[in-house]
DNA sequence: ACAATTTTTTAGGTTTGTCTAAATTTTAAT
DNA sequence: ATTAAAATTTAGACAAACCTAAAAAATTGT
């Protein structure tokens, strides 16, 4: 049985060694987590112990096949829920993170496998991000920051890097949501920031900005 | 905010004050939570400094206003969940009440209210109880329990007292469910058991089953 | 009324997950 | 190669919710 907390954990550092190459780092888990760094030491011992993580002292850490297992369904819950939310509930898409963050953690294998079904099968949540299957395994899809497209290319938007309401909801006020079209108008060079003609109308977004949106050539 | 437990141990209180007249006992309240009657005690005197009970030592327990309140909350949403289940996952009745007793502490007001309304606003949740609206008000049916049903009149199935999976299963096994018709065949003096016929079908049950079963009359 | 039984509470502990403050290790800068 | 800074871990505590064993109060039977 592995816990609430534990669920949490298990998440975060999956999605900090799927970004960089290394393992995470305790300072990183710890600002995921809401905690503060000594709490994080004291929980990888105890998930060490459990065989969930690879851990040594001062080096990081990674998940062990266990705990990459048990990520992987903890995130396939996450985001079926946020599917439903939005499909069926009509939530929009930058109000349903914080309440998958809950209903991810009720434990019932059928309870998912029925969710699925009812949903038909979804390949992404509603930010883009693909959803496990059963075993685990998820749909890769080739991708770039939006920082890197080129003139003269078609380009949609498959996903988001910083998925806060902040930012979602900057990206719902300029108009740029899953699946806009976009192509690059200019890039500036002084500060890397572009405009964009997104769906048809022109805008400016800053290089912070380009940095947090997955595209995919058309 | 409220707890996960204190929500348990609310929605438990709730109960036992409704069916008896008298406040809930140490000794009840431990059976139903699973737990010693001396967490019993240590979490009523908690729930107490936190007025959500009326507590006096040796005395039972009942609760405040504001006790009652909140477990109407957790009682609307266990039982929205359980339609949700029930009618949208197809589980079958006798499937959910453990989901249930966990989906109830998700904390959003919205979520439910969209719940409620994706489901058609039910008044009934599966095993026919009644679901208390956003304010706490619950619909009151005339009832009475199988035991005291007259010959010659018809009555229809409006719930369950018990709503262990043991006696729900029992239930589906000689085809009696919510809504079922029943008319009283023979009442047995000797051991107060019944001859009855369900849905045209007729089936010997036991006094301590008529007792389990609320039933109205047609 | 009084002893026996049952119910309830108190005392003292445990586990989980967190904290602050202090110590240690690693990394970066001279 | 030192030293300063940053990251990480340890030490010692705390709150929530539970436990067992023992004490106290309430109830029951005679
Ligand atoms: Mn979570
Ligand atoms: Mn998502
Ligand atoms: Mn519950
Ligand atoms: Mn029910």
Known sequence: MVSFTEENYLKIIYKLCASGDNGATTNAIAQLTQTKPSSVSDMLKKMSDRQ??????????????????????VIRRHRLWEVFLVEKLSFAWDE?????????HIESEQLIIRLD???GFPQFDPHGDPIPDQHGKITKVKKIKLTHIEEGLQYKIVGMEDTSDAFLQYLTKIGMDLSSKVTLVEKIEFDQSMVLNINGKSTTVSHKFTENVWVSEL
């Open 52 to 73: 969930l993580v690879d851990y040594k002292k001062y080096q990081g850490v990674s998940l062990t096949e266990e705990g990459e297992r048990l990520a992987l369904r």
């Open 96 to 104: 349903v993170h914080e309440l998958a963050e809950e209903l991810e």
């Open 117 to 119: 079904e009812f949903l």
